[in-house]
């Protein structure tokens, strides 16, 4: 089991930017896939970033260009680094990790694909 604890939410002015951190412990973030989605209020979980264990990145278009994951993989930490927020971009933001393909994953991944996941963090936007 990998335990994940995100931290770094709060509200924020649209326009702004905001970074997230999701603290792994128990495997390495730098052999797992690692992905970060947010469930907005009366909506459906939505992925929005996925890294594998070569750095590769996939993200979803509505974030494409404004957000960024990344790792530090002496500190264990997954990243998202969110910039140009907007009000639609108000949501609970979660990290996920999947260690059965040993990092290896090649395009942004769907919730299904994911066995462990944090809590989350609340990001607000407003205007």
């Known amino acids: 089991q990998v335990d994940l604890v995100e931290t770094g939410g709060g509200s924020v002015q649209a326009g702004g930017s905001r970074l997230l951190s999701c603290a792994a412990s128990?495997?390495?973030?730098?052999?797992?896939?690692m992905g970060w989605f947010r469930r907005a209020p009366g909506k459906e979980r939505e992925p929005l970033a996925t890294?594998?264990?070569?750095?590769?990145?996939y993200y979803a278009g509505s974030v494409q260009g404004r957000f960024t994951i990344s790792t530090d993989n002496a500190k264990n930490i997954l990243y998202l680094q969110m910039t140009d927020l907007q009000r639609e971009d108000t949501a609970m933001y979660i990290c996920?990790?999947?260690?059965?393909?040993?990092?290896?994953?090649?395009?942004?991944?769907?919730?299904?694909?994911?066995?462990?996941w944090g809590h989350g963090t609340q990001v607000t936007v407003s205007s």
């Open positions: 996920a990790a999947a260690t059965s393909w040993g990092g290896h994953c090649y395009e942004l991944q769907q919730a299904s694909d994911f066995a462990h």
């Open positions: 890294l594998n264990k070569y750095g590769n990145t």
């Open positions: 128990k495997y390495s973030v730098s052999n797992m896939c």
